[in-house]
């Protein structure tokens, strides 16, 4: 028999960790942002060695100021870079791509591994062009600094799982980092258990004159890029569409930032990014990690891959003046507070499955978790994209009397000594024997 776990256990992931880390700085943020606009450009070819303008400068300040937060933890980030070669219609000479890496490790279960990421290349309206200004104060300086602040926040505190903290480069010219971060983590074996990629978060003023600094958008796909053929079929036999391991984990940010955590509501938009565009977390969907993009609720096209110009009263390009700087403090917490939520809880269920057709109990079982204290059912009307019902329990199987499985969807999340709680995994159908 499952002993069914009181009330009081039933924390949420928002509630179960101990005091709130500071909030980020919005100060710091903008020295952050300063010095990397100094930089002149940032674009993907310019020079690798030039002491003071190019990625190069900008790349080795980033890991200089990553060693410094280190420093002051006592050695708890390892900083490093992992380099490859690519070419393509954007780079056809060829360009060597580097990542720096700040690794904080796991103290309980270093192998699952929460990232934070952003690109720190900048372009201006002609993607090859290696030369002119390009400030990408916001695109995506914001993202840098931000990943920057999370690191010297989270860095305060030894975390369950492990923190990447990931300076990418190449964005611009084909998510090139992105996909040296996913061949990086696959290689390494790491569980990856969430990707959050920061790109555009710092402007509060859209295009169409609306000023926006108390939401966020998060994109994400619900069904998985990596799902194989037969994965394909049983899902359109059963449904699942919006409960993919990405879109979960924008369920999850948006419950975090609704519990206020973030001081911000966060909008979590039904698609992997925006129509038709790009960015660093879809190398990582495809080679199966769950990843979402975080980026300003109202985004400023003139200030994006625009040559830095006035026209008539008009003034185009990405610079410092356009970011709002509490505003991106904002999304720093949010993504501070997600981070150490996940890195305290223990994995998700690798699998979860329920029976019960023709009959009126519907039947979950799950994948046992080393280190979880116990489970959560969750419930929802199969009309519904939001969980409403729950039920903790120490193991499966177990069964839900009088819950239909044709009207409900069903998942499963685990839970920590402390109440800490995991992604929930969809339930679907077992395999076929
Ligand atoms: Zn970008």
Redesign the pocket.
């Known amino acids: 028999m499952n002993r069914i776990l009181p009330a009081l256990a039933m924390l949420s992931a928002a509630t179960a960790t101990a005091a709130p880390p500071p909030a980020a700085s919005p100060p710091l943020l903008h020295a952050t942002i300063a010095k990397l606009v100094g930089f002149g450009t940032r674009h993907s070819l310019s020079s690798p060695i030039d002491p003071a303008r190019g990625i190069g400068a900008a790349r080795n300040w980033t890991a200089a100021r990553l060693a410094e937060i280190a420093r002051d933890c006592g050695g708890c980030l390892t900083i490093e870079k992992v380099a490859d070669r690519f070419t393509g219609p954007r780079s056809p000479d060829g360009v060597e791509i580097v990542d720096v890496l700040g690794v904080q490790k796991g103290t309980g279960d270093p192998d699952r591994v929460i990232i934070l990421s952003a ?1 720190i290349d900048s372009r201006v309206t002609d993607p090859m062009n290696f030369t002119s200004d390009a400030p990408g104060a916001n ?2 300086g914001s993202g840098v600094a931000l990943v920057i602040e999370a690191a010297r926040i989270l860095s305060r505190e030894p975390h369950r799982a492990t923190i990447v903290f990931a300076i990418l480069s190449g ?2 010219q084909g998510l090139y980092g992105g996909q040296l971060l996913a061949r990086t983590a696959r290689a390494r074996g790491w569980q990856v258990a969430a990707q959050l990629n920061n ?2 978060v710092g402007n509060s003023h859209g295009s169409g004159g609306d000023h926006v600094d108390n939401r966020v958008r998060v994109f994400s796909e619900g069904i998985r890029a990596s799902e194989t053929l037969d994965e394909a079929r049983t899902r359109r036999a059963i449904g699942g569409e919006d409960d993919g391991p990405s879109r979960a984990l924008a369920k999850f940010v948006d419950r975090i930032g609704t519990s206020g955590h973030g001081g911000l509501e966060v909008v979590a938009i039904r698609r992997p990014d925006r129509f038709g565009r790009g ?1 660093d977390h879809l190398p990582a969907l495809d080679l199966g990690f769950p990843a979402v993009r975080i980026t300003e609720a109202s985004e400023n096209y003139d200030r994006q891959h625009q040559d830095v110009r006035v026209e008539g009263t008009r003034r185009y390009g990405d610079t410092i003046d356009g970011v709002d700087f509490p505003y991106l403090a904002k999304v720093t917490n949010l993504n501070v507070a997600v981070a150490r939520a996940l890195a305290q809880a223990p994995a998700a269920p690798a699998a979860a499955t329920i029976t019960g057709a023709v009959t009126a109990d519907t039947t979950v079982n799950w994948a046992p978790v080393p280190g979880a204290t116990g489970y959560r059912i969750h419930w929802r009307r199969a009309d519904g994209t939001i969980w409403t019902n729950r039920r903790d329990v120490t193991s499966g199987p177990i069964v839900m009397k009088n819950v239909n499985i044709d009207d409900n969807f069903f998942g499963v999340s685990s839970l920590g000594a402390d109440g800490a709680e995991s992604l929930i995994t969809f339930a679907g159908a077992a395999p076929r024997k």
Do not use: R, S, Y
């Open positions: 690109h695109d995506d964005e611009e790109d555009i960015g």
